[in-house]
């Protein structure tokens, strides 16, 4: 079963807008992470984030993580037409495994 | 680029046979991870295997198995295929031993199976 939902599932903006995904689990994590898709092709990973850190910077890419509320949010700004594809959260809870729960993604499509 | 390749790219079969995947690792990665991914959902972890031995099975049923070989490549089987079995099957390798808490994952681009 899905451990982590993306919200929204779908979500269309101009380029030059910032784009924001929610991310919510349900267990307690080591870590999160959030990867890209583009067009049912393989993952790219873009940023993991521990749960003892509440935010974390890459670029244009910001993530925070919010232990007590399980959730977390990816923030892309300054959006561009190649940013668009599917993004996943995904989280790592097992101990002694890197098995990885991913939820059902967040479909950003970045309008020219 | 990851440096994680897969074979086939894409691969059709008809309901009860058998298919295998392949799946090369970055050199050094020990530990390499499967996963299927549905259309319109996110990728659903299989198994794990470090240094040749399983290490972690998600709920899948026996008919998944895998090898993972001392080359740093690895195998994805499937018995007995059924419908549902169509999905896009990612393999992901990691340079850290399971349990190290940075665990970033090299994704392959997929092998897409349709079964008829």
């Known amino acids: 079963s899905q451990q982590g939902e993306e919200d929204p599932q779908a979500l269309s903006i101009q380029e030059g807008e910032n784009a924001t995904m929610n991310c919510s689990y349900k267990?307690?994590?080591?870590?999160l992470q959030w990867y890209r898709q583009n067009s049912g092709r393989g993952l790219v990973h873009l940023i993991l984030?521990?749960?003892n850190e509440r935010e974390k910077h890459s670029g244009r890419l910001r993530v925070t993580l919010d232990t007590s509320k399980k959730s977390s949010s990816l923030l892309i700004t300054a959006s561009r037409a190649a940013d668009t594809a599917s993004y996943f959260c995904?989280?790592?809870w097992g101990a002694g495994s890197y098995q990885l729960t991913f939820g059902k993604g967040t479909k950003l499509s970045v309008i020219p | 680029e990851t440096g994680v390749t897969q074979s086939p790219t894409h691969l059709i079969k008809t309901r009860g046979q058998q298919v295998t995947l392949r799946c090369s690792s970055q050199?050094?990665?020990?530990?390499v991870s499967w996963y299927q991914q549905a259309l319109g959902q996110g990728p659903q972890f299989i198994f794990q295997?470090?240094?040749?031995?399983?290490?972690g099975r998600g709920n899948f049923p026996p008919r998944f198995s895998g090898l993972q070989f001392p080359n740093y490549s690895s195998e994805l089987n499937v018995n007995a295929l059924e419908l549902d079995d169509s999905a896009l099957y990612l393999c992901?390798?990691?340079?850290?031993?399971?349990?190290?808490?940075?665990?970033?994952?090299?994704f392959g681009p997929g092998t897409r199976l349709t079964v008829l």
């Open positions: 992901a390798s990691s340079l850290l031993p399971p349990g190290s808490l940075h665990n970033e994952q090299f």
């Open positions: 050199s050094g990665h020990n530990t």
């Open positions: 295997y470090y240094r040749e031995e399983e290490n």
């Open positions: 267990t307690s994590i080591n870590n």
């Open positions: 984030i521990r749960s």
């Open positions: 995904a989280t790592d």
